[in-house]
């Protein structure tokens, strides 16, 4: 690696690190569904909400219906003006993606153009028309042949942005339009414009075809949604900072790696005055308003991500060669190997890309990464491989159940959805247990968390916190919440950490001065007030002592996520972890490691009984499962031939 690509790195790191994983409590049974409300920009009161909201400048983009033939024509010119205007409003904002924007929008030469060309086909569009508007779905990268394209970005509340004007040899896209998905900037032909289109699928093979082509493409594809993310243009998050609520639909966006803006209704005196037109705006929030102006009461982040347009389309009848479930450092390790190998593949998660890598603030024994990469930044890349190499990826998407007498496999989804598979992996991880504790009910309580990342720090600033485990996860949360709060009180039932939690991270939570470390300690009962959760007692050597707090981080060792299998006869260890054969394999041409008692059904990662609960072990797992399944596909194809 030289200097330029060692920077390029650093650089690309901070940009995703400066967006960490928002992870919060999984929220999927609070709530229920919640038909959206119509359009504001087609209906009275609501349509004016989100102007009132937002204090719109009166030179936003105007609104106009999809699709309709007068919503292609563009209002652009003060936008033009603010083009020309040097160092407009982003100079304030500086950081690393403003040093990146030649590789944000880099220029192809003649040649390059020419080398793409076979990809895709020609269209043309004239001087004045919406080319694409935030929210319809994505046909792919468009390079601009002819005439200069403006491209704005706007929020929920109208409010709409420049964001850049780009001409000959420039690319129209980002990351969403790898895989279809809608796009979340508009664009307008300033002048007449040709531009060779690329449908997501051919952007693939043209990203494998022409590797070098394909690095300067995907780079810039990525930063530009970075820069996105990082603006917070799209989607807007109406509701009280502290909620739990709006915690996990800021989470769920973040994980996402989605732009978005949140309104809190707590601190902030104009969301309120306008909120007050709303009569039931109390019993509403958090609401999400959308950026074609719907209103989302309450929404779950399967809701979510269906209006968002996330999902991929399901066809009942396909059947993949390989069905993922979970999008850990396992599932994605082998959706990223199986796809480059050719397989078919489709990979569902029901929270997020990473799993509990993606709550990792900083990974520091993860092969390659000198200076640590954080679990979020580290999971989007590796998401990005696997949708460049053609996986399709589902999330938020739970699955219930596993047919595995069926043949092919089935898999069923939450809302009915199903799909079929000649092989399955399972890489559902595990999950951190929730103890029993006296006086709170976890399943409610406020103040409780199962993670550490920006959102929960943002809420702990300046207060005592308790955090209980003495695990490595625990350590990369004491670590990081001692920058925020004003003291981490840590209880381990052990009588240190040397048994669980390895030897760097031990020096490193010693050094801390804001650090207690309770050993041989317990919590014997909690206390409540309408805030949530105001103090504990906690036990150490028979003696009872209390520590009043508001928030509680537990990292008390986890379980196998393995009850979408109940269905099924594959075979687990005593706490639950699915057993996999190791050599164990009749089929004489070869031993099946990862293979559970079920032909066909694989184990990978931390599901899997006695593997080494690491990242590293987990992506290597999902490596090595991929030949085991191609050479099972292989043997079953020629027994099917030779019938
Ligand atoms: C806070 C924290 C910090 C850590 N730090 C490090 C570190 O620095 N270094 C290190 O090596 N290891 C670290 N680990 C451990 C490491 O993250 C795990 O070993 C690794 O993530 C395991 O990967 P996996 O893919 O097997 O499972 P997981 O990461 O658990 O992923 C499983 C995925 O499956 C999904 N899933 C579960 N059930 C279903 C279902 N029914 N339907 C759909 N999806 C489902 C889950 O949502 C999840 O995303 C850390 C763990 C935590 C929690």
Redesign the pocket.
């Known amino acids: 690696m030289n200097a330029d690509e060692e920077a390029s790195f650093d650089q690309e790191r901070e940009v995703l690190t400066n967006n960490p994983n928002g992870q919060s409590p999984d929220m999927d049974d609070h709530f229920s569904d919640i038909p959206s409300e119509p359009s504001i920009l087609e209906h009275g009161v609501s349509a004016n909400y989100g102007r009132y909201i937002s204090n719109a400048p009166s030179n936003h983009v105007p609104a106009a219906p999809r699709n309709s033939p007068e919503g292609r024509s563009a209002n652009y010119s003060h936008y033009l003006n603010r083009t020309r205007a040097p160092g407009h409003d982003r100079g304030a904002r500086g950081g690393a993606i403003e040093q990146r924007r030649p590789q944000m929008f880099p220029r192809l030469d003649d040649a390059d153009v020419e080398r793409i060309r076979k990809f895709g086909t020609l269209e043309s569009w004239k001087g004045g028309e919406a080319m694409f508007r935030a929210g319809e779905p994505g046909l792919g990268i468009r390079i601009i042949l002819r005439g200069n394209v403006l491209l704005t970005r706007r929020d929920a509340l109208g409010r709409s942005q420049f964001l850049a004007e780009l001409g000959e040899g420039q690319f129209l896209g980002e990351t969403a339009q790898l895989s279809g998905k809608p796009h979340l900037v508009d664009g307008y032909a300033i002048k007449d414009v040709s531009a060779i289109l690329i449908s997501p699928a051919q952007v693939r093979a043209l990203l494998i075809e022409e590797a070098q082509l394909g690095e300067i493409i995907m780079r810039a594809l990525i930063l530009r949604r970075a820069e996105l993310v990082q603006e917070g243009s799209g989607p807007v998050v109406v509701g009280a900072a502290t909620d739990p609520r709006t915690l996990a639909l800021e989470g769920f966006f973040r994980r996402a790696n989605h732009p978005y803006r949140a309104l809190d209704t707590e601190g902030d005196a104009q969301t309120l005055m306008v909120l007050a037109g709303l009569p039931d705006w109390r019993e509403s929030t958090p609401i999400v308003v959308l950026g074609d102006g719907t209103i989302l009461r309450r929404p779950d982040e399967a809701m979510l991500a269906e209006k968002l347009g996330l999902l991929p389309d399901l066809a009942p009848t396909r059947i993949y060669d390989v069905v993922i479930?979970?999008?850990?450092?396992?599932?994605?390790?082998a959706a990223v190997y199986a796809a480059s190998e050719g397989l078919s593949v489709i990979v569902?998660?029901?929270?997020?890309?990473?799993?509990?890598?993606?709550?990792?603030?900083?990974?520091?024994?993860?092969l390659g990464f000198p200076a640590g990469i954080s679990?979020h930044a580290l999971a989007y890349r590796a998401y990005m491989q696997a949708v460049k190499f053609g996986a399709e990826i589902s999330i938020?998407?739970?699955?219930?159940k596993l047919e595995c007498a069926a043949s092919p496999f089935i898999v069923h989804l939450t809302g009915g959805r199903l799909v079929r598979a000649h092989s399955v992996v399972i890489?559902?991880?595990?999950?951190?247990r929730r103890p029993k504790i006296e006086g709170l009910d976890l399943s409610t309580a406020k103040g409780v968390y199962y993670?550490?990342s920006s959102v929960e720090a943002k809420l702990c600033q300046g207060a005592e916190v308790v955090l209980v485990g003495g695990g490595?996860?625990?350590g990369?949360?004491i670590v990081y919440l001692s920058n925020y709060a004003s003291h981490v009180h840590v209880l381990v039932r052990r009588d240190g950490l040397e048994e669980s939690m390895s030897r760097y991270l031990i020096d490193r939570v010693m050094a801390l001065g804001n650090v207690t470390i309770h050993t041989c300690t317990t919590i014997e009962s909690a206390s409540t007030d309408e805030d949530g959760l105001r103090g504990l007692t906690v036990k150490t050597k028979g003696r009872n002592a209390s520590i009043e707090t508001r928030h509680l981080f537990l990292?008390t060792g986890?379980d196998p996520?393995t009850?979408?299998l109940s269905d099924c006869e594959i075979e687990v260890d005593s706490r639950g972890f699915v057993l996999t054969k190791g050599a164990e394999s009749s089929d004489p041409s070869g031993c099946l490691t990862f293979q559970t008692s079920v032909p066909g059904i694989f184990a990978?990662?931390?599901?899997?009984s006695s593997?080494?609960?690491?990242?590293?072990?987990?992506v290597g797992?999902?490596a090595a499962v991929v030949s085991e399944i191609h050479s099972m596909l292989t043997r079953t194809l020629m027994r099917t031939d030779r019938h």
């Open positions: 479930v979970g999008a850990g450092p396992a599932g994605l390790a569902f998660d029901s929270h997020g890309a990473g799993g509990q890598a993606a709550a990792s603030t900083r990974i520091e024994n993860y679990g938020p998407s739970r699955i219930l890489a559902s991880g595990a999950s951190y993670w550490a490595n996860s625990a990369q949360a990292f986890a996520n009850q979408w990978i990662g931390d599901v899997r593997s080494i609960k690491r990242v590293s072990a987990a797992e999902g």
